[in-house]
């Protein structure tokens, strides 16, 4: 089975500071992850995804994350964050031998002014 | 390329009444992927399905809930006797057969409260 972990329900940070999301995956078989982005009321938007090609994943809005087998992670991080960074982020694992995904709990991102 | 449509985005009941909520997955999508969100909580899987097939309904409660894909049409999520609890968010995601990565688009939603 995989799964897996958000550490951290809610991360508040101030405008222009470093963003840090933790996620830690569970699975048996290679994995895909992934991040989602989803603002108040709307549905969830991918920010980026590991596909097991490069290790260092860039995606939208200045988000990346970095696959790192040994500590089962995929944390994602923006250098400096923006008001309108302030949202729910979601990590998700599938693989070749599972069509459906697995969602963390979630982390709410506030972002002070 | 419309993206995945649902309908509709709120929905009201009263206890003991159906819910019936609908999903029109990307074009060229077959897989169809249900979720449900319960406030302040994240995303829980219920049910995949193909065309005409349940794959995997391991999240589904067993009573009440059922789901179909027909070969015409779009998905339905269908709710018999509504009680407050199923009050939440239930979104579907779809994805293309063959697809590397599994990848899913998501759905805007539909939010159902139970009076």
């Known amino acids: 089975a995989q799964s897996v972990t958000q550490l951290g329900s809610h991360v508040s940070v101030s405008e222009g500071a470093l963003v840090l999301l933790r996620c830690n995956y569970s699975?048996?078989?290679?994995?895909?992850l992934f991040w989602y982005v989803q603002y108040p009321n709307q549905g969830l938007q991918l920010l980026l995804k590991?596909?097991?090609?490069?290790?260092l994943v860039k995606g939208i809005n200045g988000f990346e994350a970095e696959f790192k087998k040994s500590e089962t992670s995929f944390h994602l991080t923006k250098p400096s964050a923006h008001m309108s960074d302030a949202a729910e982020y979601f990590c998700?694992?599938?693989?070749?031998?599972?069509?459906?995904?697995?969602f963390g709990a979630g982390t709410r991102l506030t972002v002070k002014p | 390329n419309a993206g995945v449509m649902q309908n509709p985005r709120h929905l009201v009941r009263r206890r003991g009444q159906e819910a019936r909520l609908r999903c029109s997955p990307m074009?060229?999508?077959?897989?169809v992927y249900w979720y449900r969100q319960l406030p302040e909580e994240g995303l829980k899987f219920m049910v995949y399905?193909?065309?005409?097939?349940?794959?995997?309904e391991s999240g589904m409660p067993k009573e009440r809930f059922s789901a179909e894909f027909p070969k015409e049409g779009p998905s339905i999520l269908r709710i018999q006797q509504v009680v407050r609890g199923d009050s939440a968010a239930y979104f579907c995601?779809?994805?293309?057969?063959?697809?590397?990565?599994?990848?899913?688009?998501f759905g805007p939603g539909t939010r159902l409260t139970v009076l």
């Open positions: 995601a779809s994805s293309a057969p063959g697809q590397r990565s599994n990848e899913q688009f």
């Open positions: 699975s048996s078989v290679p994995p895909y």
């Open positions: 590991y596909t097991s090609a490069a290790t």
């Open positions: 998700a694992v599938s693989s070749d031998n599972n069509n459906d995904m697995r």
């Open positions: 074009k060229g999508h077959s897989h």
């Open positions: 399905l193909q065309k005409e097939n349940i794959i995997d």
